[in-house]
C-alpha cells in the first residue's frame, strides 16, 4: 500500500517484526547442475523456517528492472522505490558513511584521463589504486568555491564524493560525464534556473580541480553525475507507528536506513556479533533490519561455489535470529545477483515470513523453485511490510 | 481495468453474468489440523465446479489490507475500492436499509458514557440493550435544528445512525471521538469552510441530545463518526452496459448494490427465498449479484466448525445456481474472515470463474490452496468484473 494509507491504518502494539536481508538472495540455475546457488546450498535451518511460513517471491521494482542497493532496500522498507529515489551522490556518501547534511548537495566522482585535447581517453582513469585516489582528494580538498565549503572524500580505486556545503544549492543539474570516450566532458548545466548558481559553483570546482591535478599521468581530470540531495521523505517510525533499529556491518545499508529514519546501530564487527547487538538492543525497538551482504558479493564476483558458501553461513545464523523471538520475522532479499551473472539482475527474490499466528503454506524449502509455488505468489518487495505489519496485527481494517 | 476503459470497452450482447459473493469466504489452517475451512468442509459441488471453471484468489484492495465489507464489495463490483470509499454514515445507513438521498448527511453514532467531568469513561456505554438503543434514539428525534431535519436511527446495541436532512449540508466534518477513554468527546470541526454551518448544526445536536439522554446511568453521551454524503458514482449499469440485479438477505449488501446502481430485490427471507427470486427475474438481468452472508458471520465468531458447515450449506445452494444457466458464473468472496482470527483478514480469498467458453484450468477444488495454483493467479478483486465480461464476450478489443 502507499504511504500515506499506511500512515492511516498503522496501529501500534507491543510485536515485533525482523526483517533480514540477505543481500542478492536470488540466483539462478548453474547451467550444468540445473540447480541454483539456494537449491545446491545445504540450509536445513532456512528449510525449516521455510515450512514454518509463508512464502512467495519479492518483485523489487517491476518486471525486467534490475535494482540497485537503493531502491532494493527502499522497497523492503516499504516505499515504493520509483517514488522515493536516491540520487547516486547521496547513494555514493552514504556508502562511505559521510554525514550528510540537509541543504548538501552530493555527487558522484570519476577521476578519468584526458588527452591533450581535452578527450576522454578512460572514463575510469585505468581504475588507479585507491591510495592514489586519496592523494588526488586531497589535492582536490584545496579548490575554493564563493560562499560554499568543498567536501572531497575518497571511496575507492577512480570513484569518490564531491560535496558542495552551503545554503541555497540546488541538486537539479546535469551530469558532467558524457558517457562515452573520444569526446571532451561536458559542463554542469542547470536544470532549472534554481540550481543556475549551483552549477556555476560546480562549473568552477571542475576547472580548479583539473588544474591541481593537472600532471598526473592517469587521472588528470573529473567526471561529476549523479548531483542529489539527501531527500526529505516520510519517516518510516512515524508513518508506520514502529520503533525501528538497524544493524548492518556495511555503511551503505546503515546509510539506506537512515534515509527512512530508522535508528542505526554503530557498524563493523561480524554478522554474529551485529546479531549480538540486535540480541542486545532488542527491546528498544518494534522493527529490526538485519542486513547480510555476502551473498551479493560472491554473485557479483560470478563465484558460485562461493555464494552457495555464504548462503550455508546465513543458514548458520538462522537459529539464533528466531530465537529473538519476532512475532514475524521475515527473510529477504534486496534484490538477486546470480552467479552466472556476476551482477545483480531483474529475477525475483524468494521470501519468506514467518508468524505468531502460525499461518504456513506447503513450501518446505527455501529456494527460488519452491518459494514460487508459495501463498504469496511473486508480489511488489514494497508490500513485504504491508504484510508483516498486517501479520503483527499493526494494521486497521480498511473501510467499514 | 479502470471505470473509464470499461465504459469504453463495453458492449451488450444477451450473455448472463452470476457473481456469488460468499462473505468471508477465505479461512486460514486450523494450528491443529493444518487444513483450512475450505479444506475442512465436504463441499463436492464447489469442487465440481471449480473443475470445470478457472480459478484464482482475488486480492480485495491491497497486500496487508483487511477490508471492511463496504471496500470489499465494491472490488468485486469493478470498482478500485481506494478510489471509490464509501462513508462509515454511509454504510451504517445502508446496514438498516434507511433510504438516504443526495443531500443526505449521515454520521455513525455510538452512545458513550460520560463522567461527572464530562470525560470518556466507556466508549461503547457497556454495549446496552438495543431496546434502550432505541429508547434514547426516541428521545433524541426531539432535537430541533433550524433549516434542517434530524433523523435518528438505532442500529443494535450503542450504535444508532443520524442523518441531517436539508439544502446545502457538506460532509467534510471531523469525527467527535477521540478514539480513547479518558478524555472527552471532541467538536464537530469543519474540515472546509463550506462545511462550516454543517459543523454547527451538528454541535448542536450534540448539544441538545445530550441534555436529553443526560440522565441515563450509561448511555449519557454521544459520539459520531465518518460524517458523509451518499457518493455520486458512476452507475454499474450505464458503464457495462448491463442490467445489474442484486438479491441479498441482510441490508447492508443491498445497499452497495444500490451504490453503484443495480436494481436492488427485496430483502430478508432465506437463501432459498433469495434464489427462487433470482430464478424469477432472470430474464430481467444480465448481470446477478447473489449475497450469501453465513460464511462470514462464523468466521467473526472465531467458530471454526461453524463456518465449515456455512460453507457446506452453500455447497448445497451450487447446483441450483449452476441450473439457472448464467453464461458466465463466479464464486467470490469480499475478503477472508479466518476463523482463527475471529475477524476480517487481509488474505487473499478463493475465486472460481466458470465460463460458457468452457475454458478449464486443472484446480479440482475449491480451496485457498488449490485455488492458488490456478490459471488466474493471485489478481485484484477489482478484475474480476473485467474478467468476466471478457469471457462474457461484453469487451471490445482494445486497440486495432
Same mark, same amino acid.
Request: glycine share 10%; hydrophobic share 40%; charged share 25%.
Given at each position: 500500500?502507499?504511504?500515506?494509507?499506511?500512515?492511516?491504518?498503522?496501529?501500534?502494539?507491543?510485536?515485533?517484526? =525482523?526483517?533480514?536481508?540477505?543481500?542478492?538472495?536470488?540466483?539462478?540455475?548453474?547451467?550444468?547442475?540445473?540447480?541454483?546457488?539456494?537449491?545446491?546450498?545445504?540450509?536445513?535451518?532456512?528449510?525449516?523456517?521455510?515450512?514454518?511460513? /509463508?512464502?512467495?517471491?519479492?518483485?523489487?521494482?517491476?518486471?525486467? /528492472?534490475?535494482?540497485?542497493?537503493?531502491?532494493?532496500?527502499?522497497?523492503?522498507?516499504?516505499?515504493d522505490p520509483l517514488k522515493y529515489e536516491v540520487g547516486r551522490g547521496v547513494l555514493e556518501?552514504?556508502?562511505?558513511?559521510?554525514?550528510? @547534511?540537509?541543504?548538501?548537495?552530493?555527487?558522484?566522482?570519476?577521476?578519468?584521463?584526458?588527452?591533450?585535447?581535452?578527450?576522454?581517453?578512460?572514463?575510469?582513469?585505468?581504475?588507479?589504486?585507491?591510495?592514489?585516489?586519496?592523494?588526488?582528494?586531497?589535492?582536490?580538498?584545496?579548490?575554493?568555491?564563493?560562499?560554499?565549503?568543498?567536501?572531497?572524500?575518497?571511496?575507492?580505486?577512480?570513484?569518490?564524493?564531491?560535496?558542495?556545503?552551503?545554503?541555497?544549492?540546488?541538486?537539479? =543539474?546535469?551530469?558532467?560525464?558524457?558517457?562515452?570516450?573520444?569526446?571532451?566532458?561536458?559542463?554542469?548545466?542547470?536544470?532549472?534556473?534554481?540550481?543556475?548558481?549551483?552549477?556555476?559553483?560546480?562549473?568552477?570546482?571542475?576547472?580548479?580541480?583539473?588544474?591541481?591535478?593537472?600532471d598526473h599521468p592517469q587521472a588528470n581530470g573529473i567526471l561529476l553525475r549523479g548531483f542529489?540531495?539527501?531527500?526529505?521523505?516520510?519517516?518510516?517510525?512515524?508513518?508506520? @507507528?514502529?520503533?525501528?533499529?538497524?544493524?548492518? /556491518?556495511?555503511?551503505?545499508?546503515?546509510?539506506?536506513?537512515?534515509?527512512?529514519?530508522?535508528?542505526? #546501530?554503530?557498524?563493523?564487527?561480524?554478522?554474529?556479533?551485529?546479531?549480538?547487538?540486535?540480541r542486545k538492543a532488542w527491546d528498544e525497538f518494534d522493527f529490526v533490519f538485519y542486513h547480510?551482504?555476502?551473498?551479493? #558479493?560472491?554473485?557479483?564476483?560470478?563465484?558460485?561455489?562461493?555464494?552457495?558458501?555464504? =548462503? @550455508?553461513?546465513?543458514?548458520?545464523?538462522?537459529? #539464533?535470529?528466531?530465537?529473538?523471538?519476532?512475532? /514475524?520475522?521475515?527473510?529477504?532479499?534486496?534484490?538477486?545477483?546470480?552467479? @552466472?551473472?556476476?551482477?545483480?539482475?531483474?529475477?525475483?527474490?524468494?521470501?519468506?515470513?514467518?508468524?505468531?499466528?502460525?499461518?504456513?503454506?506447503?513450501?518446505?524449502?527455501?529456494?527460488?523453485?519452491?518459494?514460487?509455488?508459495?501463498?504469496?505468489?511473486?508480489?511488489?518487495?514494497?508490500?513485504?511490510?504491508?504484510?508483516?505489519?498486517?501479520?503483527?496485527?499493526?494494521?486497521?481494517?480498511?473501510?467499514?
Amino acid at each position: 500500500m502507499d504511504t500515506e494509507l499506511l500512515r492511516q491504518l498503522a496501529t501500534p502494539n507491543d510485536t515485533k517484526i =525482523l526483517l533480514c536481508v540477505v543481500d542478492g538472495l536470488g540466483g539462478l540455475p548453474d547451467p550444468e547442475t540445473r540447480k541454483s546457488e539456494l537449491e545446491t546450498a545445504h540450509t536445513p535451518n532456512l528449510d525449516r523456517l521455510a515450512s514454518d511460513s /509463508v512464502c512467495g517471491m519479492t518483485l523489487p521494482v517491476g518486471y525486467g /528492472v534490475t535494482p540497485g542497493s537503493g531502491p532494493g532496500h527502499i522497497a523492503l522498507f516499504g516505499y515504493d522505490p520509483l517514488k522515493y529515489e536516491v540520487g547516486r551522490g547521496v547513494l555514493e556518501a552514504l556508502g562511505i558513511d559521510f554525514d550528510l @547534511q540537509g541543504s548538501d548537495v552530493a555527487a558522484r566522482g570519476n577521476f578519468c584521463t584526458l588527452d591533450a585535447a581535452g578527450n576522454i581517453t578512460d572514463r575510469r582513469a585505468g581504475r588507479i589504486a585507491t591510495e592514489i585516489c586519496i592523494e588526488l582528494c586531497e589535492r582536490m580538498r584545496k579548490v575554493k568555491l564563493a560562499g560554499v565549503e568543498v567536501l572531497v572524500e575518497p571511496v575507492r580505486e577512480h570513484r569518490f564524493v564531491l560535496v558542495l556545503r552551503g545554503e541555497g544549492l540546488d541538486d537539479g =543539474l546535469e551530469q558532467t560525464d558524457p558517457e562515452r570516450e573520444g569526446v571532451p566532458m561536458l559542463p554542469v548545466k542547470a536544470e532549472r534556473p534554481e540550481a543556475r548558481r549551483t552549477a556555476e559553483l560546480a562549473n568552477e570546482f571542475v576547472r580548479q580541480a583539473g588544474e591541481l591535478i593537472s600532471d598526473h599521468p592517469q587521472a588528470n581530470g573529473i567526471l561529476l553525475r549523479g548531483f542529489a540531495k539527501y531527500p526529505n521523505w516520510p519517516a518510516m517510525p512515524e508513518v508506520t @507507528q514502529m520503533r525501528a533499529g538497524a544493524f548492518a /556491518v556495511y555503511p551503505m545499508y546503515r546509510g539506506l536506513a537512515k534515509l527512512v529514519g530508522m535508528d542505526v #546501530a554503530p557498524g563493523g564487527g561480524t554478522y554474529e556479533s551485529q546479531l549480538a547487538a540486535v540480541r542486545k538492543a532488542w527491546d528498544e525497538f518494534d522493527f529490526v533490519f538485519y542486513h547480510f551482504k555476502k551473498a551479493d #558479493a560472491a554473485g557479483e564476483d560470478g563465484d558460485f561455489d562461493a555464494k552457495v558458501e555464504a =548462503l @550455508q553461513e546465513f543458514d548458520t545464523l538462522v537459529p #539464533a535470529l528466531r530465537d529473538l523471538g519476532a512475532d /514475524v520475522m521475515m527473510v529477504a532479499g534486496d534484490h538477486s545477483t546470480p552467479a @552466472q551473472l556476476a551482477a545483480h539482475s531483474w529475477h525475483p527474490v524468494p521470501f519468506l515470513l514467518q508468524s505468531h499466528l502460525g499461518t504456513v503454506d506447503k513450501v518446505e524449502a527455501f529456494t527460488e523453485e519452491a518459494c514460487r509455488h508459495g501463498m504469496l505468489g511473486i508480489f511488489p518487495a514494497k508490500e513485504a511490510l504491508s504484510l508483516a505489519m498486517a501479520n503483527a496485527g499493526r494494521l486497521m481494517k480498511f473501510g467499514a
